[in-house]
């Protein structure tokens, strides 16, 4: 195998997103497995699986303003990762008001 000096990483390097990816969407499977086995005793779950969807979307923003090259201004998906980001946290917080109050 020919060695690649062009690179700054190894290619064979998982990075953090993908370990966050993996953690939080098993855990939001698990919750909605959870969840649709007795809905009726954990549909309280619900706004906890909405919340991590928002988390990884902010997380998914925040490293794409990090590793966006320099000199391009192609900011239309950090803008659609947030803003979904943000539609998410308001579904959570209205879901945990309505089963929580």
Known sequence: MALDYT???SRRRVSAM???HTVLG???VVL???M???FDANRKLLPYIVLIAAVMNGAEAIY????LPHGKKSLGGVF???GLSVVFLIVAAFLWI???W
Not at 64 to 67: E, M, P
């Open 18 to 20: 993908d370990i966050l």
């Open 64 to 67: 794409k303003i990090q590793h």
């Open 7 to 9: 690179k700054k990483t």
């Open 32 to 34: 909605f497995v959870i």
């Open 80 to 82: 659609f990762s947030i």
């Open 98 to 100: 309505v089963f929580y």
């Open 36 to 38: 649709v086995s007795d």
């Open 26 to 28: 098993a855990g939001a």
